[in-house]
């Protein structure tokens, strides 16, 4: 299996799922508070990881025929534009990567975090998500700080925040709307033409929405399950969930700077027995999942970094501000 195939299996829930659960923690405040925090958490970090890709990527130039100061400006502007994927019209946008994510994921929790507060606060967020979608399907126009993706995805924040407050956890799922989810979900694999919020894109129009939605119900209850079943795997998907802020920007960098999806078939390439489509792919996830763990527990034990992205300071501030 080529790793570029793979993305019909995870695409159409691997975004939208963070979403639904960021909407299902979601605790509405003061639109002022609710602001500094969160851009304290992710705007903070955006910006962190920016820093750490000009540089990295300004030193990887010193060994290339590009020119250092034009790979400066041309970074230094990607970081700023916050455009998840390059554009060419109307005038050039270099891609900053998959650091997008922080900007859309604090423009959705804005927009929401404002509306709940409102009488007809579900119905405008409705709306917002619809003119996301279509201010760059009937434009091409793609704004700047992933404003389109943002307003897309506080769809997904609304539906996890109104699945909270009916109750309806991962253990309250009943066996026959997961049974369900899951056909539904094999169906929007099926038919794929493409699921991208980086684009604000969904090939099959709104029913990819709602495949997204089963997709990422589904996930959410096999992990639940799983946590329930197994201890080991559960403290495993604990650490990446508490960390998942700095997994994250650690995975950003390896896919700007290091390049494991295409560095390690290339060394694999020597070894005909592992060089295997299907083989290649789970080395390339391990070697991902052991070098963001690395990352992770190095990085955390520098102050400043674990200040910025501890979860446990994190909750902490949002339970001082709720009592």
Known sequence: MHIASFSRYVYLWHLPVFFVIAGYFLRPAKDKTFIINKAKRLLVSCYLTSLVLLILLCAKTLFTEESVLEQFKKILFACFYAAGDEWKKPFYIPQIGAIWYLWALFLSLVICNHFLKKRYGPFFIVLIS?????????TKFWLPLSIQAGMLCSLYLLIGYWCKKKGLGPKDVP??????????????????????????????????????IFASLVIIVISEKICEKTKNLKRMLLFFGKNSLLILCAHIVDLKVWRFRTLVPKILASFPFLSDGIVSLAIVYIVKVIYVSVAVILLMKIPFVADVFSYRKATNGTEQRNR
């Open 175 to 212: 066996l026959s709307v997961f049974l369900l989810s899951f056909l539904l979900a094999c169906i929007g694999i099926f038919f794929f033409k493409g699921f991208w919020l980086v684009h604000a894109y969904m090939g099959n129009g709104w029913i990819d929405f709602a495949f997204s």
């Open 130 to 138: 619809f003119a996301g979608w279509a201010s760059y399907h009937y």
